[in-house]
């Protein structure tokens, strides 16, 4: 009989949703995870693909080599380095984030996340225009009406519809599904459709025609019946969801990337948020971006108490800057101006538009991850790490700003994400000989 | 035959799974390479499922496996593939001063691979 032992209580940080009811079985003899109980269908997949596997610690250049090793390499690199940038975090914990951003302070970087190619013009949106929201326990324990809106939870967030929305039961909503009304927006019609009770959709590229007659319905303005010619939805269709919006006691819009990587970006996610914001002169709305990655949340909040600002933050001055579109890690790749990259549990070379690809190619890349990737594989310095939540602890933040500590159940020989960047931050500063001078100093100083 | 179609790249549950296992496994590569389409469309241009379908935009060029979606679930000109290294194939760099790239946005040729 196999030696198990069982962590209750753990918690899934393959998504945003950071399921911390997990019950782990794992199995002492193959050090894998046999078990996890309370998991939906990608929880599953991410416990029992994240055993311990036979890698190299490091590989420079292609041959293996010590972590110590490869933290050095990696320091020079960044050392020498005149624009380096950071890009990644999101799959790693608080810990380890904060060092990031201490190792772009140090070399005078620009440090971005996940979130720039994620719900980034989300955040930009924020800055412009706010954003009512609540926590997930409060979605669960009082919405009736429930508008889930450019995205497929279904399939991305399963147990956003079973944990905390479409069949929770609440305290004001005791009866689960029977006592919430559910919404869903999109252009094609995805799994989510089949718990919804309403479905619009919405023509390609369309969102802010929609979000913006919504607007004007809500505050009583007329809109033309050409709105359906434009936006393929009818205005009696409209019409009827201004006022369910309007009438119900606490409304949510859960919005995904439907809104933020089509045509309009952030001000797609800006009218979606102002919507919200205005029918609070009627109830209670609020409204909450739907996070992919287990802890792009923790990125967000992590680089915004270290820097004031949540992704694309430069530091070349000795102070931060935030520009998406200059400092963001797209554009800072595709326009070639990079001259080194540290990369954090992200596959930008899978996931990236091509001209940023062919960048990564030319410039010398660090990487951190558990597994073998296609940016691992570009990399000059390729650094394995042990997965967090499943064999490091520390923070992470659930998608609606909860933070939650991880309780990892499979002992890993790979050091932490967080360790790896400390022994970098601490080797860089030693080779710099503390902050790197700020590039307007050196100007000066020059002259 | 070649036609203009908007491409969405998207999640979907095969490939949350199939990515936890690695992205160099086989069943990651087949859910990444596959191109969903409505079945009308692919009837005007000759396709059954599994064919082989060449996609091209302003960026670049791609040869996917296409499979057959009804026309009530994904409407006619519309395309999905699940986000991977073919879909980013077909991304512009430009992300119009917001740091966001378009792949749910993005206009392509569409022509059956002969």
Redesign the interface.
């Given at each position: 009989m196999a030696n198990t032992h069982v962590i209750r209580d753990a918690t899934c940080t393959?998504c945003g949703c950071v399921c911390d009811d997990m019950h782990l079985t794992v199995d002492d003899d193959t050090h894998k995870i046999v078990k996890a109980e309370n998991a939906c269908?990608?929880g599953?997949?991410?416990f029992?693909?994240?055993g311990i596997e036979q890698r190299p610690f490091a590989l420079i250049e292609g041959r293996e080599a010590s972590t110590e090793q490869a933290i050095d390499a990696a320091a020079r690199i960044l050392a020498d380095a005149r624009f380096p940038i950071i890009y990644g975090l999101s799959d790693t914990t608080c810990e380890a984030q904060r060092q990031a951003v201490a190792i772009a302070d140090i070399i005078g970087g620009s440090v971005?996340t996940t979130t720039?190619?994620c719900h980034?013009?989300s955040g930009?949106a924020f800055q412009d225009v706010g954003e009512a929201t609540a926590t997930l326990g409060e979605i669960r324990n009082r919405a009736d009406l429930l508008i889930f809106w450019g995205g497929?939870p279904?399939?991305?967030h399963?147990r956003l519809f079973t944990r905390y929305t479409v069949t929770a039961k609440g305290m004001y909503v005791p009866n689960g599904r029977k006592d919430r009304t559910v919404v869903l927006v999109d252009?094609?019609?995805?799994?989510s459709a089949a718990v919804a009770d309403i479905f619009l959709?919405v023509?390609?590229?369309r969102d802010f025609e929609v979000l913006w007659a919504l607007r004007a319905l809500v505050k009583g303005r007329p809109v033309d019946p050409t709105i359906e010619q434009v936006t393929g939805v009818p205005l009696a269709t409209l019409e009827d969801l201004a006022k369910r919006m309007k009438s119900c006691r606490f409304g949510v819009l859960l919005f995904g990337?439907?809104l933020?990587?089509?045509?309009g970006?952030?001000f797609n996610s800006g009218a979606l948020l102002a919507l919200a914001s205005d029918l609070n002169e009627y109830t209670h709305f609020v409204a909450k971006p739907v996070r992919?990655h287990g802890n792009v949340t923790g990125a967000d909040n992590v680089v915004s108490w270290q820097t004031g600002f949540p992704?694309?933050v430069n530091l070349s001055r000795g102070y931060p800057r935030f520009n998406?579109?200059?400092f963001?890690?797209?554009?800072v790749?595709?326009r070639g101006e990079a001259d080194a990259a540290l990369i954090i549990a992200a596959?930008p070379a899978?996931?990236?538009?091509?001209?940023?690809?062919e960048h990564l190619r030319r410039i010398p890349v660090i990487v951190l991850d558990p597994?073998?990737?296609?940016t691992s594989q570009l990399a000059k310095v390729a650094i394995t790490t042990a997965s967090y939540g499943i064999s490091v602890g520390g923070t992470v933040y659930r998608m609606d700003d909860v933070p939650l500590t991880l309780r990892p159940a499979l002992p890993s020989p790979y050091p932490s994400d967080e360790s790896v960047l400390t022994g970098i931050k601490d080797r860089v500063r030693e080779l710099i000989g503390g902050n790197r001078m700020p590039a307007m100093d050196r100007i000066g100083a020059a002259a | 035959m070649s036609e203009t179609m908007i491409l969405i790249g998207g999640r979907s549950s095969a490939q949350g799974t199939s990515v936890c296992a690695g992205k160099f496994g086989t069943e990651y590569v087949n859910v990444s390479s596959t191109l969903e389409m409505n079945v009308e469309d692919m009837a005007r241009l000759g396709l059954k499922d599994n064919d082989p379908v060449r996609v091209r935009s302003a960026t670049g060029e791609i040869v996917a496996r296409c499979k057959g979606r009804a026309a009530k679930d994904l409407p006619s000109g519309v395309l999905f593939i699940a986000y991977g290294p073919l879909s980013s194939v077909l991304m512009d760099g430009d992300t119009a001063g917001s740091g966001m790239p378009l792949s749910k946005s993005i206009d392509v040729q569409i022509e059956p691979v002969r």
């Open positions: 393959f269908v990608l599953r997949a991410w029992k693909e994240h971005d720039s190619v980034g013009p930009i497929n279904a399939e991305s399963p252009v094609r019609r995805t799994p959709q023509k390609p590229r990337m439907g933020t990587m089509t045509r970006r952030h992919g992704f694309g998406p579109g200059e963001t890690t797209v554009d790749l595709s596959d899978s996931n990236f538009p091509q001209p940023a690809i597994k073998s990737t296609h | -």
